[in-house]
C-alpha cells in the first residue's frame, strides 16, 4: 500500500492497532482520503491545528481535551527541536489547558 498523499510505502493496520491511532484524531473525515503515512498525517494535524486559530479558544479546547493526559509527546504535533532545544506547540498549550505564564512563541492564550 502507499501513502495516498506521497506514494511512500506504507503498512497499514487499521483492522487493528495501527501506528496512526497513536496520534491525535482530530482531522474530520473525508471519503476522498486513503492512508497516509507518519509524515504526511503529521503534517495534515499541524495544518489543520493552524486552521483552527480563528475558531473561538473554547472550540480549540474542546479539541485538545481528550488529548490532555497524554503525556506521550510526538515530534512535529507536541513540540519541534529548534537548535538543541525543545519548542512546545500550539497543540501542546491547548493540551495543557491554560496559560503557564512563561511567555511562549505558540501561546493560544494571548
Not at 496520534?23 to 495534515?44: D, M, T, W
Not at 473561538?56 to 513540540?79: H, M, S, V
Request: glycine share 6%; hydrophobic share 30%; with cysteine.
Amino acid at each position: 500500500m502507499n501513502c495516498s498523499q506521497c506514494q511512500q510505502t506504507l503498512k497499514c493496520s487499521a483492522d487493528n492497532d495501527c501506528w496512526c491511532m497513536t496520534l491525535p484524531n482530530i482531522l474530520p473525515i473525508s471519503e476522498s482520503s486513503g492512508c497516509v503515512c507518519r509524515a504526511c498525517l503529521i503534517k495534515n494535524i499541524r495544518t489543520y491545528i493552524e486552521d483552527i486559530k480563528s475558531k473561538p479558544i473554547k472550540a480549540q479546547l474542546a479539541l485538545a481535551r481528550p488529548y490532555q493526559n497524554n503525556t506521550n509527546f510526538i515530534e512535529g504535533i507536541d513540540y519541534d527541536m529548534e537548535n538543541g532545544l525543545l519548542v512546545m506547540s500550539r497543540w501542546a498549550h491547548l493540551k495543557r489547558g491554560k496559560c503557564c505564564g512563561n511567555g511562549c512563541r505558540h501561546c493560544p492564550y494571548k
